[in-house]
Each structure stands twice: as C-alpha cells, then as structure tokens.
C-alpha cells in the first residue's frame, strides 16, 4: 500500500485499485486470447408476438467462459471490451456464428422472424462494417430481410462524425432492420425516433420488470407503446418476467415481448430445439435455467 512503501518511492494506488487494475488486465489479456480461438459463443432470447404466439424475433446474445471456468457475464466483460478497443473483433465472432446458426434454420423451414444483433457505436464506426456484414450474409445464406440491428439511443447521438449515420441507411436500405434498444433509458429520447430510420423500439427491461407495482412505470410503457403506434412502427417490451406482467403488457396493447417469461436465452441447439418443436399460441417452453456458456 502507499503507507507501506517506504524509501522514497511513493505508490499512488491503494491495495483495492492495484487489485481492480490487475483484474481488469487479467481480464484483457485473457480476451485478447479468446478473440484469437473464437472463444466467444452466442446465445439465443426469443422475442414473441402476445397476441398470436409467433416468434417474431431472436435476439443473440455474446457468452463467454474463460479457461478459469469462472463465467463472466456480458454487463461485465463487454464495457472492458469497448475500453480496451476489443468489442469490435468480439462483435465479428458474435455476428458470424449468430448468423451461421440462423442461415441453418432458415434453410430448415424454421420460422424465427429476424436474427436481431447488438450493434455498439465502436462496432459500427469500424469502416467496413456494412460490408462485412453482408459478406457474411452472403457466405452463410442468411437474405438480409431476416436479420435486425439493435443499436442504443446514444448511437444516433455522435452518428454524424463518424459515418455511422451512413453505415446505418447503407444497412437499412438493403433490409436490415433498425431497433432502438434499451429504449427510454437515453436522453432525448423522442427525438431519436425518425420512422423514416427506426423500424422498431425496445422498452427497457427497468420499466418492464415490476409494471404490476409501479404505476409510473406503467404509464411509461403505455406512452411508448402508444407512440410507436402512433409513428406505424414496431414495439417490444424486454425483460418480462412473470405472467402477469406478460398480461398487463397485453391489455396495453404492446404486441411484442421478450423476457424470462418466455424464455431464457440459450445455446443453439436448444434454439432449433425450441424452434422446431414450439406450438403457436404455447408461449411458455421455457427451459428451468440459462446454461453458463
Ligand atoms: P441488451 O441488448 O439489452 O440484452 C438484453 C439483456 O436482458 C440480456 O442480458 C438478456 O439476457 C437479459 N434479459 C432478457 N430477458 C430478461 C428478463 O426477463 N429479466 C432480466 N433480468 N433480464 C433479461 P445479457 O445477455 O447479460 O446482455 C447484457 C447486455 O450486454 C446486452 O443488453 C447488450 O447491451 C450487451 N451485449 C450482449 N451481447 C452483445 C453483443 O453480441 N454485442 C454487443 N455489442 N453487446 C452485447
Ligand atoms: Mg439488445
Ligand atoms: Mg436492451
Ligand atoms: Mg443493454
């Protein structure tokens, strides 16, 4: 510790920061490694129409476990990632193996709607984005008309600096739909939501989760609901947890969900599993618990 260091050397860190400092490298350097053996693996979130019980969407979501076996989960590892300058490489191994799995259902028949990726601004400012994007469509046989990009209200913030606005129609115009995610958590929310860009909003989970108690959050997502309808776009709550909340969404009129009341996110097999042998208008084939990795 600083105290204990004598002899003139003065330390600027404390015995927590030095710990913290050597995690987060520890961490680093450990992802750095994953990067180059394609370590990463994708899970899947079905997203489900309430009024119909058909899987409009599936949501992949980054998983990893490090040779420790200690999994780390993506609210963890990901900011590291975008501070290290590492999301954009993590992101590509996301994408190309969420796309392979989902090229392979659709070649099977199986009725998913759109493969939604997360898309963060870092990955999206890299200049070949769009065309590495549809180099892999192409490569894996997945139509363009099958996949969306989830992207955060901050995006469209510092978009016009670094081309991201551009990469975005590019995107659209070939059939890749646009969603804003975590939707109501950013600033200025309203004025993100163009019809001419955005195809669909995601209401963030912290409004979703405990409708039934709190009453602002309720109204919150009546607003939202209402104002997606409104511009003639598409709306989804995350994060639904019990069936009562899937009940308060449905009588106010939010068509979309995705949450742990459907389903957990799972491992690709599970997926087609799910997929191939799911009833319409049975929402509730839910596997006890996620799977670590
Ligand atoms: P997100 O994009 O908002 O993803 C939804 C998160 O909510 C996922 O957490 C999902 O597992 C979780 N979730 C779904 N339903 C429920 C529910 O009913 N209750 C609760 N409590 N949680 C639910 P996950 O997988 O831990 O991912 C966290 C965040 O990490 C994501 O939030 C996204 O921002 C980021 N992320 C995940 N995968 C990727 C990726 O491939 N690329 C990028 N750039 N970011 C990713
Ligand atoms: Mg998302
Ligand atoms: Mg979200
Ligand atoms: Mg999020």
Not at 119 to 124: H, Q
Not at 178 to 183: A, Q, S
Not at 221 to 244: K, M
Request: hydrophobic share 40%; glycine share 8%; with cysteine.
């Amino acid at each position: 510790s600083a105290k204990k260091s004598g002899g003139g050397t003065f330390s600027f860190f404390t015995d927590d920061l030095r710990r913290e400092i050597a995690a987060r490298l520890d961490i680093e350097q450990q992802m750095v490694l994953a990067i180059a053996s394609q370590d990463f693996t994708v899970c899947f979130q079905p997203q489900v129409s309430l009024s119909d019980g058909r899987v409009t969407g599936l949501e992949a979501l980054v998983r990893w476990l490090p040779p420790d076996g200690k999994f780390i989960p993506p609210s963890v590892f990901v900011p590291i990632a975008e501070k290290c300058g590492l999301m954009p490489a993590i992101g590509r191994i996301v994408f190309r193996k969420a796309i392979a799995a989902a090229a392979d259902w659709h070649r099977e028949g199986l009725e998913f709607g759109r493969l939604a990726l997360n898309a963060s601004s870092s990955e999206l400012a890299q200049p070949d984005f769009a065309g590495f994007l549809f180099k892999t469509l192409k490569a894996e046989g997945l139509p363009p008309q099958r996949l969306a990009l989830e992207i955060v209200e901050s995006v469209m913030l510092d978009d016009e600096k670094t081309g991201i606005a551009a990469t975005l129609r590019t995107v659209r115009k070939e059939g890749i739909a646009l969603e804003l995610d975590d939707f109501g958590t950013g600033y200025a929310s309203l004025t993100h939501v163009d019809p001419r860009e955005i195809d669909r909003l995601k209401i963030d989970r912290r409004f979703v989760h405990n409708i039934d108690s709190n009453s602002h959050h309720a109204q919150i997502v009546r607003a939202v609901t209402d104002l997606a309808r409104g511009l003639g776009i598409g709306i989804i709550a995350e994060g639904a947890e019990t069936e009562t909340e899937l009940s308060l969404l449905a009588g106010i009129g939010c068509d979309q969900v995705q949450g742990y009341a459907v389903s957990f996110p799972m491992p690709s097999d599970n997926m087609r599993e799910w997929l191939a042998t799911r009833k319409v208008g049975n929402r509730n084939t839910v596997p006890t618990e996620e799977p670590e990795a």
